[in-house]
């Protein structure tokens, strides 16, 4: 079955430090998204990447697809108390031969002012 | 337009209880998920529906039950709450096929 994990689990990052978070699949990627939550909220779509080599950004997210479409990174500039969460990545499950999304465990960020 | 909306957004159960937990969309999104999310854990998939009429299992299906008699309703059923149903869970909707999910807000529920 495929599985996503995510690196680091966790992070603890000062107020306007870079940061990068991973996540990297067992079988070759074919849509790729990445959400955040916040403590007691539904989880809020930031991205999605389908090409290998795509990169997208959004203010200060900049999230990336591999060319060998296995691993994905979601890298933030200037980190802010705004950022603080916690981040997951999605997938189609084998390549969208199903309608289902698998989901890493998520990276759980701080950011200390 | 509201989205996704989940009512009760918390709820405490005693075990062997039942309770319908509500999901309700109005972007007319064909697929429908439930999730739960345990603490520290990624999102688990319980059932999803691909239109009005038909419902699958997802990965934990055990001890849940779903319907969907409309396109704007998919609600959860706990048949006998156990502690280990003890979790957040979310409803989210997808347009089409390589579009992103949309999620609810989520319900706490705990099982003593």
């Known amino acids: 079955s495929q599985e996503l994990e995510q690196s680091p689990q966790s992070l603890i990052v000062q107020e306007g430090k870079n940061l990068t978070i991973n996540c990297t699949s067992s079988?070759?990627?074919?849509?790729l998204y990445w959400y955040k939550q916040k403590y007691g909220e539904g989880l809020i779509f930031l991205m999605m990447?389908?090409?290998?080599?795509e990169e997208k950004s959004h203010e200060k997210i900049t999230a990336k697809l591999d060319e060998k479409k296995q691993q994905s990174s979601l890298h933030i500039t200037a980190s802010q108390p705004s950022h603080a969460g916690i981040y997951l990545c999605?997938?189609?499950?084998?390549?969208?031969?199903?309608?289902?999304?698998?989901f890493g465990t998520g990276t759980l960020l701080a950011v200390q002012p | 337009n509201a989205g996704v909306t989940q009512t009760p957004k918390f709820r405490i159960l005693k075990i062997g209880q039942s309770m319908t937990l509500q999901c309700t969309q109005d972007?007319?999104?064909?697929?429908m998920y439930w999730y739960r999310q345990d603490p520290g854990m990624g999102l688990k998939l319980i059932y999803y529906?691909?239109?009005?009429?038909?419902?699958d299992k997802g990965e934990v299906p055990n001890g849940y039950n779903v319907s969907r008699s409309t396109t704007e309703d998919f609600p959860l059923r706990l048949e006998l709450a156990a502690p280990s149903q003890t979790s957040v869970y979310f409803c989210?909707?997808?347009?089409?096929?390589?579009?992103?999910?949309?999620f609810g807000p989520g319900t706490r529920l705990t099982v003593l």
């Open positions: 989210a909707t997808r347009g089409a096929h390589g579009d992103t999910q949309y």
């Open positions: 079988k070759t990627l074919y849509g």
């Open positions: 990447l389908q090409k290998g080599g």
């Open positions: 999605g997938a189609d499950q084998y390549g969208g031969a199903t309608n289902k999304l698998i």
């Open positions: 972007m007319n999104h064909n697929y």
């Open positions: 529906s691909v239109g009005a009429g038909i419902t």
